[in-house]
């Protein structure tokens, strides 16, 4: 009965030491840092959560410096401490390879901080390590981050500051400016893009950005122009600086526009500068040029008598949002009746207005909607003011096209759908415009 009791406990004793093998096979990399974490928690080692960062932190130095000497070992193509593998290999005696101790410790910048690393060195010099490569002292990632908080219109010292606070990575102001610099010749190369060859719908607006000129400094005019493709996908097509705007410059635009593969645009909405339809049908004679509406109220509210302006605008809108022409006549002649005694301007400017309003009641509700206002690009003006102002006069117009590439590049990122309807629309353009458009679409 003894003897059976002991047989019991040492079948018991064996099973639990093959368990306990078992869980130790089956334990992962993740598992054995969790358990070291749980131990140094237990030991008052991690008080807070900052202790855990500190703690994950600290194993990014072993890591990478066991990687590098990893990477030797798969060049030389043995162990350490095993020369004698080497020797008896069937390479000749002039190929031979050997360790040859470490380069001189290096600081790598990285997004969780600086790490100290020696990078191991092979006799005939012939190791090029990957994962931390010769003379690399910050890890990928860190071009991004500046060029990010660039292209939000944060200053070069404050992303200097920020990386430092948040990384504890110290990168100077040239560094820094180094690596926009590099983005010069990205922006080039978009400015000069080819672009399609048809759009149908396309915004033009200017903005006004202060820029250094020797020893002045001015504000000069920024021309945009987005477009609508034959899919429905918004993009810019382009930037271009001059003194003022103008209807001359339009026409610069416009023949860089044609120079790099626009062959048709069906509808082209401004704001109405002097000049622009004239150089828009010059380049481009089939195009529908539209007055922005929203720039059309603004004029009339800049007329109105401050107490009286929200009733009169209200009373106008009635007529650039009515359903066909017939219905707009009949409310500017209930505005006329009602304003002509006591507003003879602005019942004069409805009347003007009426010729930029005409061509809108000839086409479907859908269409109709995606060109009456500039609201497309106004609500693009209003993101790249963002990152231009409060920022000083720029150097110079290199440093200009620099930061709103990076801010459009950004927000291209959410042009990643077809505009509302576009369905609908594309079956209408189809309807309406015929051949014209059908030969640039694709089935």
């Not at 869980?23 to 358990?35: R, S």
């Amino acid at each position: 009965m003894i003897l059976f009791k002991y047989i019991l406990k040492w079948i018991s004793y064996k099973g639990m030491v093959t368990m306990k093998k078992k869980n130790e096979e089956k334990k992962t990399v993740n598992d054995l840092i969790i358990e070291e974490a749980v131990k140094q928690f237990k030991e008052g080692k991690i008080t807070n959560s900052l202790d855990v960062e500190n703690y994950l932190d600290s194993l990014l130095q072993p890591l990478m410096q066991k990687l590098l000497d990893t990477e030797l070992e798969n060049h030389l193509e043995y162990p350490k401490y095993e020369h004698n593998a080497n020797k008896e290999s069937k390479k000749s005696s002039d190929k031979r390879n050997f360790r040859n101790g470490y380069c001189n410790p290096k600081t790598v910048k990285t997004r969780y901080g600086n790490i100290s690393v020696k990078t191991p060195r092979d006799r005939n010099a012939t190791f090029e390590p990957v994962i931390i490569e010769k003379g690399q002292t910050r890890l990928t990632g860190f071009e991004d981050k500046c060029i990010a908080l660039y292209a939000k219109g944060i200053s070069l010292r404050d992303i200097e500051k920020t990386l430092n606070e948040i990384y504890g990575v110290k990168i100077n102001k040239d560094d820094i400016s180094r690596l926009i610099a590099a983005v010069s010749e990205e922006v080039e190369n978009w400015r000069n893009r080819k672009l399609k060859p048809m759009y149908v719908f396309t915004y033009a607006d200017c903005l006004y950005i202060p820029i250094k000129d020797d020893i002045t400094t001015s504000k000069k005019a920024v021309y945009i122009i987005i477009g609508v493709d034959t899919e429905g996908y918004k993009e810019i097509l382009g930037l271009w600086i001059n003194e003022t705007e103008s209807g001359s410059f339009w026409s610069n635009v416009f023949e860089d526009l044609r120079e790099r593969g626009v062959e048709d645009i069906l509808y082209m909405c401004s704001d109405g500068i002097a000049g622009f339809k004239g150089s828009l049908e010059r380049v481009f004679p089939k195009t529908q040029s539209q007055r922005c509406v929203v720039h059309l109220v603004r004029t009339i509210y800049s007329l109105c008598p401050r107490k009286e302006a929200k009733e009169i605008i209200a009373d106008y809108k009635k007529i650039y949002t009515s359903s066909n022409i017939e219905e707009a006549n009949f409310q500017l002649d209930v505005f006329r009746t009602k304003y002509e005694k006591s507003q003879k301007r602005i019942v004069k400017k409805a009347e003007e207005f009426m010729q930029y309003l005409e061509p809108l009641f000839e086409l479907p509700v859908e269409i109709r909607t995606c060109i009456y206002t500039t609201n497309a690009i106004e609500s693009v003006n209003s993101a790249l003011r963002k990152v231009t102002r409060g920022k000083g006069a720029f150097p110079n117009e290199s440093a200009v096209y620099k930061v709103l590439y990076l801010r459009i590049k950004e927000l291209s990122e959410k042009w990643k759908k077809p505009i509302k309807n576009w369905h609908t629309i594309r079956e209408q353009l189809i309807s309406l415009c015929g051949d014209r458009f059908l030969k640039f679409i694709k089935f």
